[in-house]
T-cell receptor, first 110, second 114 residues
């Protein structure tokens, strides 16, 4: 089992560019989520999904889109990157009892 | 790389001593609580969880205490080791309401002095 994988590990974008952060899990978990982590702010939920074809907004969804076409994959799309989206992004998947996090993507928007 | 900044509460503990990390949660309807450990440059890692029908749960070298009256959660680490140095987060949600998203606290940095 690879667990939760995220790509890329690092990314630098210019303001206005778009990109997709990839997340995949091989544990057959129904529940997946995306968080961003900023200094002193802990982890804040962006979007989550309770199963293929179902997504919902979290605490800070603006500027991000998600889709869940398969159980395994949950990509996060930045439509038009802004400096305020500079952060570390974590994807997670969970069974009923435990949430597993990926290693994170460090994104810088110039 | 450091993903949390300079404004986190910090707890410094001598190696071998016990550590107590505290967390005040916000939602009185929360019924499930988790402690995570995050080492520098890595994602959060599950340590221990507790449900609201319990007030104490023990793992290997760790104990979680839950006081629902004052909405307080603590993590006790026995015989703290240098490898315990990390940022610790508490998280809460409402499992009895259909596995709602986790809400994380801001974290506490634990520094172990050798």
């Amino acid at each position: 089992n690879a667990g939760v994988t995220q790509t890329p590990k690092f990314q630098v974008l210019k303001t206005g560019q778009s990109m997709t952060l990839q997340c995949a899990q091989d544990m057959n978990h129904e529940y997946m989520s995306w968080y961003r982590q900023d200094p002193g702010m802990g982890l804040r939920l962006i979007h989550y999904s309770v199963g293929a074809g179902i997504t919902d907004q979290g605490e800070v969804p603006n500027g991000y889109n998600v889709s869940r076409s398969t159980t395994e994959d949950f990509p996060l799309r930045l439509l038009s990157a802004a400096p305020s989206q500079t952060s570390v992004y974590f994807c997670a998947s969970s069974s009923y009892n435990e949430q597993f996090f990926g290693p994170g993507t460090r994104l810088t928007v110039l | 790389g450091e993903s949390v900044g300079l404004h986190l509460p910090t707890l410094s503990v001598q190696e071998g001593d016990n550590s107590i990390i505290n967390c005040a949660y916000s939602n009185s309807a929360s019924d499930y609580f988790i402690w995570y450990k995050q080492e520098s440059g890595k994602g959060p890692q599950f340590i221990i969880d507790i449900r609201s029908n319990m007030d104490k749960r023990q793992g290997q070298r760790v104990t979680v205490l839950l006081n629902k009256t004052v909405k307080h959660l603590s993590l006790q680490i026995a015989a703290t080791q240098p490898g315990d140095s990390a940022v610790y987060f508490c998280a809460e949600n409402m499992r009895n309401s259909g596995n709602t998203p986790l809400v994380f606290g801001k974290g506490t940095r634990l520094s172990v002095i050798a």
